[in-house]
């Protein structure tokens, strides 16, 4: 059969059409970046500027790069602005591998998550910094540190997570600390106060790792309580991020309502809630990829639709967006010697079924707020 010029002709400019430009335009309009804007939540992802090759190397790879680029509005140092990084002696303060992603945000016009000013934990601590030994010591460090670091990147920093992981998950108490052994509550409210002073438009987060498991019911307790003391204190916190480092098997009904409750009451007390470090554990799944893959899929999905429907989430960030560079890698190794697939995209680059069921989560979502203007 031969083929008119005229039916020639149509034939090309229908491919134009239907190929390029609608592929361009559907990518663009897919990025996860796009689909939560939709909903008014910013989504993005933790980068680290490590050494090259190493699981917190991912800021040296441009590959890693066009990724965060494609799909990420919100970026979060994964290392770089904590404590042990910045100030790992007394008479040292470097702030150039945090400066090093804040200049990569800037120039592509995304925004800057801050963590932490204090990981309030004697494990994540510099050496001398759990050894101090005077209430006054650890009061001026708290605000000698935090306003020089939050007088150096100012309005830049649209989110910090002030204090991270302070309770002890077994009672729910503050944690023992050089901090909280020298000025109890009241280093968490300095923390905070000096934030507010030094870094005055960014939201202040209280960030920790409590879940719905039966095991983390007096976690859950101390949380609340400690916001309870935020509010009655007058400190200056603004949201809950939930870390998010969730399991591959649903919740199930009890734990559903166990978590609903804990929601219900954060917000309740009228603090907003971050997703801060999601990602999904495959530790005891099958090795075969397909299996593993589409697992790690339905879990997030799941908990993403849970989460979202609350109007308070308004922020989701994975810890990190590529295998091989997810922390994961190096804690509890799965027992077959394979790599976990715990992020949205493989170690090619290439999408998982993890991604796709994000970009629907996002779309299931109902409407929040306008997000702010840059």
């Not at 790992?88 to 963590?115: Q, Y």
Request: proline share 5%; aromatic share 10%.
């Amino acid at each position: 059969m031969r083929t008119s010029r005229r039916e020639f002709c149509a034939m090309l400019a229908g491919a134009s059409i239907l190929a390029p430009t609608f592929d361009l335009h559907a990518k663009e309009q897919r990025s996860l970046k796009a689909l939560a804007a939709k909903k008014g939540i910013l989504f993005g992802s933790a980068v680290g500027a490590g050494t090259s090759g190493s699981l917190t190397g991912s800021f040296s790879d441009p590959e890693y790069l066009k990724i965060l680029k494609d799909e990420c509005a919100i970026i979060v140092p994964e290392n770089e602005l904590k404590s042990y990084v910045i100030s790992p002696t007394s008479d040292k303060f470097d702030l150039e591998p945090g400066d090093r992603i804040a200049a990569f945000v800037r120039n592509n016009r995304m925004k800057l998550r801050g963590h932490t000013l204090l990981w309030n934990h004697p494990e994540y601590m510099p050496k001398w910094l759990a050894e101090l030994d005077s209430a006054t010591a650890a009061r001026e460090y708290l605000l000698r540190y935090i306003q020089r670091v939050c007088s150096h990147y100012g309005d830049r920093i649209y989110s910090w997570d002030v204090v991270n992981e302070t309770l002890d998950p077994k009672t729910g108490e503050l944690r023992d600390t050089s901090f909280t052994r020298l000025l109890g509550f009241d280093a968490l409210r300095i923390s905070y106060e000096t934030a507010k002073e030094y870094a005055p438009r960014a939201q202040l987060v209280y960030n920790d790792y409590m879940s719905w498991g039966a095991d983390h019911e007096k976690h859950r307790a101390g949380v609340l309580k400690l916001l309870e003391q935020f509010r009655s204190s007058k400190v200056p916190v603004d949201a809950l991020g939930i870390q998010s480092h969730i399991g591959n098997v649903p919740m199930d009904e009890t734990q559903r309502k166990e978590w609903k409750a804990f929601l219900d009451a954060v917000t309740a007390m009228d603090y907003r809630l971050l997703i801060t470090e999601f990602d999904v554990g495959d530790k005891d799944l099958p090795t075969d990829f397909a299996t593993r893959d589409a697992r790690v899929a339905a879990a997030a999905k799941d908990y993403l639709d849970f989460m979202l429907a609350y109007r308070e989430v308004d922020q989701v960030l994975c810890w990190g967006m590529v295998d091989k560079y997810s922390w994961l890698q190096g804690f509890k190794p799965r027992a077959d010697g394979t790599a976990k697939r715990s992020t949205p995209y493989d170690d090619a680059y290439k999408a998982k079924p993890m991604r796709e069921a994000m970009a629907a989560a996002f779309e299931a979502a109902p409407k929040r707020r306008a997000l702010p203007r840059s």
